[in-house]
């Protein structure tokens, strides 16, 4: 049997990438493809924080990351392995994580800020996919999670945003950029351009991968 085809997709906080990425899942049927994240990878630390070294902990940086464990589930899945995995529950010390049933597929997905920074999953990709957005949007987008969705302050997301995203995306992310196969820019409010893109790149996988 071929070797699983395996895409990296990589974007900055409020690229963009998560919408993008449900979209372009939503081309394919769960036989077809599978997702790994970066972010179910954290190492945890939130049990053992108050609130003000929560806000203070940077979680932007690559050692934050359990590489060595998400390297090897890359692996598992390229050898056609089943991996099972705590979700990751954004530092919520009241959540109860879920564990994760991740089965392999002909395409493997995977998905995170360091993806491409980490040189040993990087280099197994065969699509490397880069979801940007411009500054002003990206924090915008940032703004409405967080205040809403995650409950933080405004000073909380202006604090790690400042201090945390914008140096991590410049040092870990933004140099690979132009190494990538394929840099979708999502500055619009409309799904229509998402839509549109990753309906022509699951196309493309279509006629290479299942044809």
Same mark, same amino acid.
């Given at each position: 049997?071929?070797?699983?085809?395996?895409?990296?997709? !990589?974007?900055?906080?409020?690229?963009?990438?998560? +919408?993008?990425?449900?979209?372009?899942?939503?081309?394919?049927?769960?036989?077809?493809?599978? *997702? *790994?994240?970066?972010? &179910?990878?954290?190492?945890?630390?939130?049990?053992?924080?108050?609130?003000?070294?929560?806000?203070?902990?940077?979680?932007?940086?690559?050692?934050?990351?359990?590489?060595?464990?998400?390297?090897?589930?890359?692996?598992?899945?390229?050898?056609?392995?089943?991996?099972?995995?705590?979700?990751?529950? +954004?530092?919520?010390?009241? #959540?109860?994580?879920?564990?994760?049933?991740?089965?392999?597929?002909?395409?493997?997905?995977?998905?995170?800020? +360091?993806?491409?920074?980490?040189?040993?999953?990087?280099?197994?990709?065969?699509?490397?996919? +880069?979801?940007?957005? &411009?500054?002003?949007? #990206?924090?915008?987008?940032?703004?409405?999670? &967080?205040?809403?969705?995650?409950?933080?302050?405004? &000073?909380?997301?202006?604090?790690?945003?400042?201090?945390?995203?914008?140096?991590?995306?410049?040092?870990?992310?933004?140099?690979?950029?132009?190494?990538?196969?394929?840099?979708?820019?999502?500055?619009?409010?409309? !799904?229509?351009?998402?839509? #549109?893109?990753?309906?022509?790149?699951?196309?493309?996988?279509?006629?290479?991968?299942?044809?």
């Amino acid at each position: 049997m071929n070797k699983p085809y395996i895409i990296g997709i !990589a974007g900055g906080s409020g690229s963009g990438k998560t +919408f993008f990425l449900n979209r372009f899942l939503d081309h394919f049927t769960p036989d077809e493809v599978c *997702l *790994l994240s970066q972010d &179910d990878y954290y190492i945890p630390v939130a049990h053992n924080m108050t609130a003000e070294e929560n806000k203070l902990y940077n979680f932007d940086l690559p050692r934050t990351i359990d590489y060595e464990q998400f390297e090897q589930d890359v692996s598992k899945l390229l050898n056609r392995e089943v991996i099972y995995k705590k979700e990751y529950t +954004f530092n919520n010390t009241n #959540a109860i994580p879920k564990i994760l049933e991740i089965k392999p597929a002909p395409i493997i997905i995977v998905e995170g800020l +360091f993806i491409l920074h980490f040189k040993g999953i990087a280099d197994l990709f065969d699509l490397k996919i +880069f979801v940007d957005a &411009d500054e002003d949007i #990206a924090l915008q987008r940032r703004l409405k999670r &967080d205040l809403l969705e995650r409950g933080y302050s405004n &000073d909380d997301v202006m604090y790690k945003w400042i201090n945390h995203v914008v140096p991590a995306y410049k040092e870990f992310l933004l140099p690979y950029k132009d190494c990538c196969h394929k840099i979708i820019v999502n500055n619009t409010q409309t !799904a229509a351009g998402i839509l #549109a893109v990753t309906k022509e790149i699951s196309k493309e996988l279509r006629t290479k991968i299942f044809s």
